[in-house]
């Protein structure tokens, strides 16, 4: 497929890619806070026979095995058919499947349904965050990537509040209608996508260098010869010869340690995305927060209703942080210093619903709302959006594809696994269930430490090169780049060929002469 752009070039472009990633991750959202408002409504209930919790909990933790599905069908065909194509199938499969949920008549029906909905979203996440940052700057990447889950809030937050007015409707419109509006943001996507172009990196790597060349000359608004064009389009002919060198990536190379790591970088892809869900937020909020409010809490099914919505407004509150700092703070410290907040919250919140059965139960379970809120603006400041930028940036380009499709998948597997069990412990062990995920959420704290590298403001290419230095970790790598640069909050001057032209660093990190070369390469 030629190049097509009815953007413009510059600044006009930027901006139509990034809505077209927005548009689809406010879907993303909108999917995932539809059915926590829908749950409890009388005429679904009806429809599909007032189940019990633990069906309930595979009625809506389907949808996630869906994703988990579609991230599997990313990685098997993403490669041949491109970003664009790919974002295509996902809103097809997204309208389908909201087709099929909106005239549900049963268990069976609506969950097919889901599933097929799931399987497009999968293709979906697993594809927008890397079409994002391989067409966009170095220095704005973490930016407009950590957008992208702020607008998965601001869906959720849609999705909530319409549900919430749809309550007072009552019948089977009250629960459909909300389902089916998820389809006006997928023809939305559908139609924008058309006008945008496919990602120079791709290809690049397909041979079509022209092509190529003339997007990326429309992305930056500059001329062929312009060094910055030079440079990068250099950096990527570079990494694919690495690929041409070493093959297709496939299954089997999962832990294959080479030259660059990959093995390595895609496990931390997948850990990342681990921490996304692991950490307790769908117990939180995602689908059983006015659940949650009711049944620990002990509030009504209307205020409960009312502070859901509420508590999502934080989520979005929070992640306008990484949003506007993400690429002057890191990616590590967020990660870090949210984690710690997270298990924090989830420790008072467990204290003070402990309380249940005695004489202060209100007051102590009045006050747990206000970690409710604590939780939401926390983890939509870091962990809500670290992980979708960190991902597709961590991966080296010949395992960009399928890495990103692993490291998703990471988050629907494991988002399957807490939803299926939250109506479960929420029932069965009250407040000790929250304990469970402050525990993981202060395990988070050292393992990003010890295990993640920076990656803000380097190029996709010169991430490579953080694994390519003998007897060192990238994590003491980057660190050591960042300190020779411009420490802490303030943005490091730029690349790696800035940086390590310092004597220090050669001496410091024992690099042979090849290695240096290379890094001084890029």
């Not at 139509?16 to 959202?29: E, K, R």
């Not at 060349?213 to 990527?236: F, G, M, N, S, T």
């Not at 210093?337 to 402990?354: P, T, Y």
Request: a neutral charge.
């Amino acid at each position: 497929m030629g190049h097509r752009n009815w953007f413009g070039r510059g600044v006009s472009l930027q901006i139509a890619i990034s809505a077209v990633c927005t548009v689809a991750f406010i879907l993303f959202g909108y999917d995932q806070g539809v059915f926590s408002g829908i749950v409890g409504a009388e005429d679904f209930l009806t429809t599909v026979n007032h189940p019990d919790p633990s069906l309930l909990g595979i009625i809506v933790s389907i949808y996630n095995l869906g994703c988990f599905t579609g991230c599997i069908i990313n990685f098997l065909i993403g490669d041949r058919l491109g970003r664009r194509m790919k974002m295509w199938i996902a809103m097809g499969f997204v309208i389908v499947g909201a087709t099929l949920q909106t005239s549900a008549s049963g268990v069976a029906h609506l969950m097919v349904a889901r599933f097929v909905t799931g399987m497009g979203t999968g293709i979906e996440t697993s594809t927008v965050p890397m079409y994002q940052a391989e067409l966009c700057e170095a220095s704005k990447r973490g930016r407009l990537v950590c957008s992208e889950p702020l607008f998965v809030g601001v869906g959720i937050v849609i999705a909530y509040f319409f549900d919430y007015g749809m309550s007072f409707v009552g019948g089977p419109i009250s629960w459909r209608l909300p389902i089916a509006c998820q389809m006006i943001f997928a023809f939305v996507a559908i139609v924008m996508i058309f006008g945008t172009p496919e990602s120079p990196r791709y290809c690049y790597k397909m041979g079509r260098k022209e092509e190529a060349l003339q997007i990326l000359c429309d992305v930056y608004d500059r001329p062929p010869d312009h060094p910055k064009i030079l440079k990068e389009q250099a950096e990527i002919l570079e990494a694919v010869d690495w690929e041409v060198q070493e093959g297709e990536y496939k299954w089997r190379n999962i832990l294959k340690q080479d030259k660059v790591q990959t093995g390595k970088r895609v496990l931390l892809a997948y850990g990342m995305q681990f921490m996304n869900q692991v950490g307790g937020i769908n117990l939180v909020v995602k689908y059983f927060v006015p659940t949650a409010l009711q049944d620990n809490v002990g509030l009504s099914r209307n205020l409960s209703l009312i502070l859901g919505g509420c508590i999502q407004t934080m989520f979005v509150f929070g992640s306008f942080y990484p949003a506007f700092y993400s690429d002057r703070f890191g990616r590590r410290l967020p990660m870090m210093v949210g984690s710690f907040a997270l298990g924090i919250c989830m420790m008072m919140i467990s204290v003070l619903l402990s309380f249940q059965g005695t004489a202060v139960q209100h007051n102590t379970s009045s006050a747990s709302v206000a970690f409710f809120f604590l939780y939401m603006l926390f983890f939509g400041a870091s962990v809500n959006c670290i992980p979708w930028v960190y991902v597709p940036e961590i991966l080296p380009l010949h395992a960009r594809a399928k890495g990103t499709a692993v490291g998703i998948s990471s988050n629907w597997l494991w988002n399957f696994v807490i939803v299926m069990i939250t109506p479960v412990i929420i029932v069965n062990l009250q407040w000790k269930a929250y304990l469970i995920f402050m525990c993981t959420n202060f395990a988070f704290v050292p393992l990003v430490y010890f295990c993640y590298p920076e990656t803000a403001n380097f190029t996709l290419e010169e991430i490579d090169s953080l694994f390519m230095v003998p007897g060192k970790s990238a994590t003491s790598v980057a660190r050591q780049l960042r300190k020779e640069g411009k420490v802490g909050i303030e943005r490091y001057s730029g690349s790696i060929s800035t940086v390590n032209g310092n004597s220090m660093l050669r001496d410091d990190l024992g690099e042979k002469d090849g290695d240096v070369q290379h890094l001084e390469k890029v």
